[in-house]
């Protein structure tokens, strides 16, 4: 099984795309994820979350992290479907258990929030998904064995 | 809607914004973008302000890709 991840035109940002589903809406959410594996957590930005019409500060405190100096809170959601396309066209459902919220920083005046959904290690372990990355062929994708 | 059709439609529109990042740039610069179909429905200096706007016009957010365009030089590191 493969899961194609698109690299950006410049080659320098890897994306995953896939509809994720959770309480209470539990209807599928398109969500474009940026895949980091310097990043220990996996979670969708708040921006991301409010076009579910679902409010960041229902969902339990988890940890804080530090980006680019900004400590954020992660709210954590819990069990989580997230649907991929793979490499036949069809669609892969995938179980995942730490998906956790980042709250936006765009209420502090004066500051610029990127608004990007991390795709982190923690999903690759997980799942036990490997990452296979060659920009020169233009060629990524997830996998299991 | 059918969930396939859904993520490759929202899919299209993340990869035409990459594609259009030097229009974006000059057109909306440091401001949040909202993307549907290949296209910017919505803009402005606040996710607020944007979101807040699309649901004055009932679209279904979810369809929807909202993203964040830097001026020119500046780059987002993740």
């Known amino acids: ?145 | 809607m059918d969930e396939l059709k859904l993520l490759n439609d929202f899919e299209k529109s993340g990869f035409w914004a990459g594609t259009a990042q030097h229009e974006l740039q000059k057109q909306y610069p440091n401001e949040y973008v909202a993307i549907k179909d290949c296209h910017v429905i919505a803009h402005d200096k606040s996710s607020k302000n944007v979101i807040d706007l699309l649901e004055k016009r009932s679209e279904d957010l979810t369809l929807v890709l909202i993203q964040f365009v830097p001026e020119k030089g500046l780059q987002i590191l993740y």
Do not use: W
């Not at chain 1, 076009?51 to 069990?79: A, C, D, E, Q």
């Not at chain 1, 036949?88 to 995938?94: C, K, N, P, Y």
């Not at chain 1, 020169?136 to 064995?145: D, I, L």
């Open chain 1, 1 to 145: 099984m493969k899961i194609p991840l698109l690299l950006s035109p410049k080659k320098n940002v890897l994306e995953a795309y896939c509809n994720i589903r959770f309480s209470p809406k539990n209807i599928p959410l398109p969500i474009r994820f940026i895949v980091d594996t310097g990043s220990s957590e996996t979670f969708i930005d708040e921006i991301d979350v409010m076009r579910y019409r679902v409010f960041t500060k229902t969902f339990p405190v988890s940890n804080s992290i530090l980006i680019g100096g900004n400590k954020i809170s992660l709210h954590k959601i819990g069990k989580t479907v997230m649907a991929f396309k793979n490499d036949s066209g069809a669609m892969e459902q995938i179980e995942f258990n730490d998906l956790k919220i980042a709250e936006s920083a765009r209420s502090r005046q004066g500051t610029m929030n990127a608004g990007a959904s991390i795709l982190g290690m923690n999903f690759l372990n997980e799942s036990a998904l490997h990452l296979f990355l060659d920009p020169t062929n233009n060629v990524a994708y997830f996998g299991k064995n």
